[in-house]
C-alpha cells in the first residue's frame, strides 16, 4: 500500500507516517508540503490513497482535490484542522472519501485508511440484478441502466443506492444507511449521506431539486420510492 | 486642540462675507447718502467711515493671536460692533422709520441666537429695544414727532419676546443636538463593542485552530509511545505517558469548546437533526461517564424508559449537552456520593433532570455559572474553563429548549435540560 500524506507541518507528515508503519501490513508512505508537491506527486509516485490536510500554503487541499476529482477516483481522506461544518462539507460534494478533524487519533486514521480502501477497492460482486423506480442495478458489473443508458456511479454511491433499492418503498433511517454504507463509527456521521444522498439525485433523478425516486422521509431518512419514473 | 481651529476656520469665512457686505454698505451711504438730506451730509459720512473702520477692524482682528486663542470671544465682540452700527443706521433713518428697520432688528436677534445662544439672543433683543426707545425719544425732540408711549411699549415688547422665543429655539435646537450627539456616540460605541467582540471570537477560533496540529503530534505520539509497538515501557514511563495523555485531551476540549464558543457566536452552528429515542442517547451518555465516576467512587442512576419518547436533535451536539451536566455533576459532586439522571416526559417537552449531592450553588451564581468564562466560587478546586454550561445552554436553545438550575431536594445541585418533543412525540 502506498499512502501520500499531504500537510505543511513535518511533524504531522512524521506522526502519520509513524502510525502507518506501526499498523498491518507493508506501507510506503510519501510525503508533500504544498498542493503542487502533492499534484505532483500524485502524478508520478501514484499513491493508493491521499490524506490531504485542508490548509495548506498557496493551492489549498479543496482546490487539491477540485483538480484531481477531474480525472481520478484516487481515494482520498481530508484532514480539517476547522472542524467547520461547511469545510467538511464542501470536502465531501468536492468528492473526499473521509474526513478527520485535527486533534485525530493515529490509529483511528490507520482503521479509516483501510476501510476507505476496502470500499473503493474491488467490492463483493453478487449476482442478480434489482429493477426499481425505471433503474436497473446490476449486481454483478456493479452498473446502473436507465433504458440502455449506463449511470456512472462512484462505488460509494452505488452501494448507497443498493441499500435503498433492496428495501424500496420503505423509510431508511440515517443511522441505517450511515452503518449499512459506511460502517458503524459513522453512524452519526449525517454530513456523508446529506452529500451522497445529493449526488445519487443528480444523477438519478430527472429534476433533482424536486427528487421523485429518492424521497425525503423528515427527522428519519430516505426511501427510494417504488413507482415508476 | 482641532476643534478651536475648525471654529476659526469657519468664522474667518463668516466674517469675511460680512465684511465685504459692510464694505458694500459703505459704498452705498457714500453713494446714495447725499441725496437724503434728511439724514445730514455729516452722518452720512460718520456712518460711512464707521462701516469702513469696522471692516476693516475686523480684518485686523482675524489675523491677531487673540483671535486664533479666543475665537468665540473675538467673535462675540465682532458682533457687538455690528449691534452699535445698526442702531446707528436705525438712529440715521429715524426721520423716515419704516418696517425694515424692525426687520433688522429681528435678524440681528435671529442671529444672535444662533451664534451665541439664549445669551445672544436676550443680548441682541435688549440691545433693540434700547435703540428704538432711544430713537423715538430723538425723533420726537428733533423731528417733532409724538412720543407714543403705547407704541414705545409694544415696540419693546416685540423685541424682548423675539428675544424670548429665539432663546427657546435655540434651546430646543442644543437639546436636539445633543440628544443626536449621545444616538450617535452610542451607536459608535456599540459598533467597537460588536467589532471588538467578533474580533475575539476570530480570534479565539483562529487560536484553537492553531492549536490542532501540534495536538494531533502530541497525542499521536503519546498514543504510538503507550501502544508499546517503537518499543516496552516501564510501569513509570507508561503512568507519566497517561499523566501526559490525559492533559492533552483537557487541552483538546478546551479548544474543541473555543471554536465551538465562536461557531454559537458567529450564527454558524446548523443543527444536523433526526428523530431518535431520548432515552437512548441519555443512557449511551450516562454509560460514557460511567468509568469516570468511578474513578471518584460515585454511582450513577439512570431512570429512564426506553423507546418512550422520540425527539428531533442533532445527536452529536445534544450528547455533548447531556454530558455537560453529567460531567459537572462528577466533578462537583463529593466522593463516593450518588448521582441521579432523571427523565421524564411533559407537556413542556422532554427533561432531562441531573441531580447531585454537592455543595449545590449559591443564589446569586445562579445565573451567572451560564454566562462563559464564568466559574462558581466553589470549584476553585476543579479544573475548567467555564465555557461548558454556557455552550450547553446554547445549544440547548438551539435545539428549542433550555436548561435552569434548581435545588436538588436534600441539598445539592439539579440541572435540567428540556427539549421539545419530536414530531412523533
Known sequence: ?229 | MAAPAVAANELIRFESTFNRARIGGAVITFALGPFFPNIGIQHVILFGALLLAQAGLVAVLLRTERFVRHPAKVAQFIFAIDLFVVSYAIFLFAYDPNWTTYIVGILLVIAGGFRFGSAGAFGASIFMAITYTLTATYRAQVFGYPTEPQRIAFTVTIYLLSGFLMAGLVRELGTLRAQREAFDHQRAETEALRALDKMKSDFLAEMSHDFRSPLTVVRGALEILQSQRPGPLTDRQQELAERADRNVRRLEEFSEDLLEMARIEHGAIDLERVEIDACNLVREVVEDHRGLAQDRGQTIELDCVPNAVMISADIARLRRVVGNLVGNAIKFAPEHSTIVVRTRRDESGFSVRVIDHGAGVDRDERERIFEKFSRGRRTTATSGAGLGLSIARSLAELHGGSIRYEDAVGGGAAFVLTVPLGLEG
Open chain 1, 1 to 229: 500500500m502506498k499512502v501520500l500524506v499531504v500537510d505543511d507541518e513535518p511533524d504531522v507528515r512524521a506522526l502519520v507516517a509513524t502510525a502507518l508503519g506501526y499498523g498491518s501490513g507493508p506501507v510506503e508512505v510519501i510525503e508533500a508540503g504544498d498542493g503542487d508537491e502533492a499534484l505532483a506527486q500524485i502524478r508520478d509516485a501514484r499513491p493508493d490513497i491521499v490524506v490531504l490536510d485542508l490548509a495548506l500554503p498557496g493551492r489549498d487541499g479543496f482546490s487539491v482535490l477540485e483538480q484531481l476529482r477531474r480525472t481520478s477516483m484516487l481515494p482520498v481522506i481530508v484532514l480539517t484542522a476547522r472542524g467547520l461544518e461547511h469545510d467538511k462539507i464542501r470536502g465531501l460534494e468536492l468528492g473526499a472519501d473521509d474526513y478527520m478533524t485535527k486533534p485525530f487519533s493515529p490509529r483511528e486514521l490507520v482503521l479509516r485508511i483501510q476501510t476507505v480502501l476496502r470500499r473503493s477497492g474491488p467490492q463483493d460482486r453478487r449476482p442478480g440484478s434489482i429493477e426499481r423506480g425505471g433503474l436497473r442495478l446490476d449486481l454483478a458489473a456493479r452498473q446502473v441502466h436507465r433504458g440502455d443508458a449506463e449511470i456512472r456511479l462512484t462505488p460509494t454511491e452505488f452501494n448507497l443506492l443498493v441499500e435503498l433499492a433492496n428495501r424500496a418503498g420503505e423509510a431508511i433511517s440515517h443511522e441505517a444507511l450511515l452503518t449499512k454504507v459506511w460502517g458503524p463509527e459513522y453512524r452519526t456521521e449525517g454530513h456523508y449521506l446529506k452529500v451522497y444522498i445529493g449526488r445519487l439525485r443528480d444523477k438519478i433523478e430527472s429534476d433533482p431539486a424536486a427528487p421523485r425516486l429518492i424521497q425525503t422521509v423528515r427527522g428519519v431518512g430516505y426511501r427510494l420510492a417504488l413507482t415508476k419514473d
